[in-house]
């Protein structure tokens, strides 16, 4: 858990798992308990998003809320973005090498087919 106060003077305690915000307490008001689906609360660069008009109404606002990041959390929003990033890259050199077996099994078929017709 991780618990700061803005420079506004918010409470903010915070558990993650990842980029997932897990629990989120603000002044003392339970937002967010064992979340496991991460798309109502979650991180963007510098800030925390509320995106939920029935979370929102537990602090008496309406539409989105966006509540700035200590730097503790900034930098773990930007190690876990670098892994995110890497996951990306891996995969998509796994589906560019399935393509391009793909691609050469296909042209050999290919020219294999062809050389065994003008062989005939």
Known sequence: MISYKTTKGTAIEIKLEGKKVIDLNI????????????????????FITINNIVLAKKLNKKGIIRIEMNSELIN??????VKELEKLN??????????TKSYEHYTYSFDKHMNDINAK
């Open 90 to 99: 891996a995969n998509n050199e796994k589906f560019v090498n399935n393509c």
């Open 27 to 46: 002044n003392g008001i339970e937002i967010v308990k064992n979340n496991t689906k991460g798309n109502d609360v979650y991180l963007i660069e510098n």
């Open 76 to 81: 773990i929003f930007k190690v876990e973005t």
